[in-house]
């Protein structure tokens, strides 16, 4: 807050984004600051060396910084040099002089404090994210920094993945976009020789391409024909790397996903009210037939009494949604109808391919109204009954889980024990799909559905709506912070329809008519 405060007191404003907050942080430190001791010779005039320029000098931090960083761990802390390979580094920027490098180190050190004495004889940088963007500044200046960003990053992710991205950021903002681009197309053409990326799949570097063109901005990229093409290409690799359960941790996956909802999720249509941009707009078939609902406790010790008895249940043909409602369909509906988002909401869904949440049973419903007069001219959009939401989840042949009877684990959903702690982008795990292409139904987020909460009867009609009135609403599916019994495809919860939770987001069917047939 402390430099933030400075900055804005030095020029009148605060940077956009973090490369400039840096940069802006390291001119005030190095050029600035001396203009605060009245009487002082700044660094230039103390160093006394005709045609020495303030750039020389960055150029020679630049390089310290460089060495240090390439020579430090992976870990949080910054590296440190010795006062003697300091001097020495930065004597060629000096004239060779031994001297002036000391009296250099010293005023960045005294005057600037942009070096530490960490110990005895050794310096350190006050953090490690000056370390890194002052090295993203000498990766830059190198002659071939597209290609030697690549090698680095792929030879250790961990070291360089911060130095990569700012090193982006930093060459566009220098009037090098071309570069910065560049260093994308370098990380493809690397990235496709595994003995360059050390055996790793080139997809766990998705995230690092998409997060560089962020650090670039987007607006500079588009409006590189280049750009723009590689733009496409990061993000289909960002879907690669989300479908990529076989080499990716779920919380890589997540990452990926993230970022590819920064750049915006090619999966889904804003012409189309961002539901997916396929024919169907996302939603899948539900044949027509008999399923049985609820639980066998002989068959299912876990089973709670609530799902008892099972039974036979008849369902007319119907489609559901692949994905539960994301935070970008929401977001459009409530625009459209000047609906409130309140803080609660904006700070649980930053992420618009994440399933919406903070929503009540009231507020699904009201969108189901939105959407159905924006699509059909007959037909409806509506939540699930507790019926037809259980046989999709589970199938005509009564599974445990939306893929089989197969027990849940982090690879096939976002539970507690994946171990996300929040919601996830939609569609992050492939291995918990069902063979028909639906995603999230076990984990992720609470899936309101229309039915009043009530014991199940013994029999029951065709299509089955629940009890005719009640206190509480259903919800189905299990969250992110749920166990794995809560996930179950039977697994019943139920809640006043007027509370809205980080954990409680809904999903859509569509009844009698074709998605995509323009509305009224």
Known sequence: MTVMALLHSFR??????????????????????????????????SLDMPGLKMTDLEAGFHAVAFDIHAGSGSGDGAGEIREGDLRQRLAPFLNDSWDKAGEFVKYVHDRAGLLIRHKKAAYTFPHRTFQEFLAACHLVGMDDYPTQSARLLCENPDRWRIVYILAAGYAARTHRLSAAIGSIDALFSHCKDQDACHGRPMDHLAAIAGEALLEIGLVGVRREPTGRRRLKKVRQWLLAAMANDAHLAAPDRV???????????????????FLPGDVNLGFVDIPAGTFQMGSDKQADPSANDDELPRHPVVLSDYQIARYPVTVAQYRMFATATGRALDSDWLADNQYDNHPVVEVTWHDAMAYCAWLTAKLFVKGTIALPTEAQWERAARGADGRVYLWGDEKIDPVKANYLATGISSTSPVGCFPKGASANG?????????????????????KTGPDPTGPSDGSYRVLRGGAWYNPAEFCRAAFRYWLDPGYRFQFFGFRLVCLPGQPGEPGK
């Not at 639906?438 to 013994?458: A, H, I, M, T």
């Open 438 to 458: 639906l995603f999230d139904l076990s984990g992720n987020v609470w899936e309101w559905c229309q039915d009043w909460y009530g014991k199940y009867p013994r």
């Open 255 to 273: 990452a990926a996903g993230n970022v590819l909802s920064l750049l915006g999720d090619p999966r889904f249509s804003r012409a189309q009210y």
């Open 12 to 45: 009148g404003e605060l940077p956009n984004d973090r490369v400039e907050l840096y940069q802006w942080t390291v001119d005030l430190l190095l050029r600035r600051w001396e203009s605060r001791h009245v009487g002082e010779k700044g660094i230039l005039e």
